[in-house]
């Protein structure tokens, strides 16, 4: 038998894994659903989450793969650590007051296509929507210090820091006027397959391309002067880097944490100015990759 639950204003009681509830309504007194009240409820298909609700706790939602659709919280501030894990159903969430998002919070939630969310948020990356591999569009709504391009698959900051391109594929541009690729930008995007970089690009941050296998090549632009931590860790199909900076960008000494972090791809050439060879082997960090560097031809 299965059943629908009307929780109770002045009552709270948890249903973890219970596997016959397909339902919940949660009334207006409610502004806190606690931890795990619901994880492991595969069968609940039905939740109604009312404007008084502000706070979704950790694991609250942990493991609901019969929750469909799409997912509005038009008052949550707080959605807590893997809330939301392998919610395999919903297709798309609505979060227009959003302050924090916790780890994993939507992992595994592979339908989601689109989330809207405000453009005041304090922090947005793409560890707010890990292992979401169908997420395609970010729609931002008021004003603050973020923004999108390209019909909502690029968010930036400030109009020149790119901060994330969620499930990037194929041939991407970043457009001119983008003077910092953000951390962990491109995290495991292992549908993209090439990459044009801006004349104005001067910093890449920790990880941008992290675990982007389809990448073969890449260039830096002549601006770069500073590449971070394993900037293209993960990336092991390269053959080709190229940069055109006179100048080696500033560079990780220690290796593993270098260009390719613990293990370089094998086979691959770094290319860089014909009078700045030298200056390349001899720099810190790319002094790690002196046998594979040599000239622009």
């Known amino acids: 038998m299965s059943y629908f639950i009307i929780i109770n204003s002045d009552t709270w009681e948890e249903y973890t894994g219970c596997a016959t509830l397909v339902g919940i309504t949660i009334p207006n007194t409610i502004q806190v659903i606690e931890e795990y009240a619901f994880a492991g409820c595969a069968s609940l298909a039905s939740v109604t989450i009312p404007a008084s609700v502000t706070k979704i706790d950790d694991y609250v939602f942990y493991g609901c793969t019969g929750i469909t659709g799409s997912?509005?919280?038009?008052?949550?501030?707080?959605?807590?650590?893997?809330?939301?894990?392998?919610?395999?159903?919903?297709?798309?969430?609505?979060i227009p007051v959003i302050y924090s998002i916790g780890y994993n919070a939507f992992q595994g939630c592979t339908s989601i296509t689109q989330v809207e969310m405000p453009a005041s948020k304090s922090f947005i990356s793409?560890?707010?929507?890990?292992?979401?591999?169908?997420?395609?569009?970010?729609?931002?709504?008021?004003?603050g210090s973020y923004s999108?391009?390209?019909?909502?698959?690029?968010?930036?900051?400030?109009?020149?820091?790119?901060?994330?391109?969620?499930?990037?594929?194929?041939?991407?541009?970043?457009?001119?006027?983008?003077t910092v690729i953000g951390g962990n930008?491109?995290?495991?995007?292992?549908?993209?397959?090439?990459?044009?970089?801006p004349t104005t690009l001067t910093t890449l941050s920790n990880q941008p391309f992290y675990g982007c296998t389809g990448l073969t090549e890449i260039t830096?632009?002549?601006?770069?002067?500073?590449?971070?931590?394993?900037?293209?860790?993960?990336?092991?199909?390269?053959?080709?880097?190229?940069?055109?900076?006179?100048?080696?960008?500033?560079?990780?000494?220690?290796?593993?944490?270098?260009?390719?972090?613990?293990?370089?791809?094998?086979?691959?050439?770094?290319?860089?100015?014909?009078?700045?060879?030298?200056?390349?082997?001899?720099?810190?960090?790319?002094?790690?990759?002196?046998?594979?560097?040599?000239?622009?031809?």
Do not use: H
């Open 185 to 197: 930008a491109f995290f495991q995007c292992v549908n993209l397959t090439r990459i044009e970089l």
């Open 148 to 178: 999108t391009i390209a019909d909502g698959s690029m968010v930036l900051k400030d109009n020149t820091e790119l901060v994330w391109v969620p499930n990037a594929s194929g041939n991407i541009v970043v457009p001119e006027g983008i």
């Open 71 to 94: 997912i509005n919280l038009p008052s949550v501030s707080q959605i807590g650590s893997y809330a939301f894990y392998n919610c395999v159903g919903i297709t798309s969430v609505t």
């Open 220 to 297: 830096f632009p002549q601006n770069v002067t500073a590449i971070g931590r394993n900037a293209l860790g993960g990336c092991n199909n390269l053959t080709l880097v190229t940069s055109l900076a006179t100048t080696p960008p500033a560079l990780a000494a220690d290796e593993m944490s270098g260009l390719f972090g613990w293990q370089t791809p094998a086979g691959v050439q770094i290319k860089v100015p014909s009078g700045s060879v030298g200056a390349y082997k001899a720099a810190d960090g790319w002094s790690n990759y002196a046998d594979k560097i040599s000239a622009i031809e």
């Open 126 to 143: 793409e560890g707010d929507f890990r292992g979401c591999t169908s997420l395609r569009k970010i729609i931002l709504t008021g004003t």
